[in-house]
């Protein structure tokens, strides 16, 4: 790092790569969630960016959340099966399926 005796210690902006003083560089802020982070970029004013709002993901609120292990509540309590087989094969003899023989 170069130093300016009227200026003090100058700096490199990351994006041009001209020399400024280093207390007129900024830091580069993203989005990485809700909240801004700087990414590791000093750069001058001129190269400085708005962060985006736009990679700032969406997370939805009240999202639905995943039960590990689901235990399905039993919808019928009765002791046999609720339809018989009976009933079963006596529905399907009703029905035409369009086959002749
Ligand atoms: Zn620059």
């Not at 087989?85 to 023989?101: E, H, M, Y």
């Amino acid at each position: 790092m170069r130093f300016s005796v009227r200026q003090g210690p100058l700096g490199q902006c990351d994006r041009c790569s001209r020399v400024y003083p280093h207390k007129k560089l900024f830091k580069q802020l993203e989005y990485a969630g809700e909240r801004l982070i700087w990414n590791g970029f000093l750069v001058c004013k001129r190269d400085l960016d708005v962060p985006n709002p736009q990679s700032n993901p969406f997370i939805p609120k009240n999202d639905i959340t995943v039960v590990s292990n689901p235990r399905p509540s039993s919808y019928y309590k009765g002791t046999e099966f609720p339809v018989s087989q009976a009933t079963v094969l006596d529905n399907l003899s009703r029905v035409d399926f369009g086959i002749k023989s």
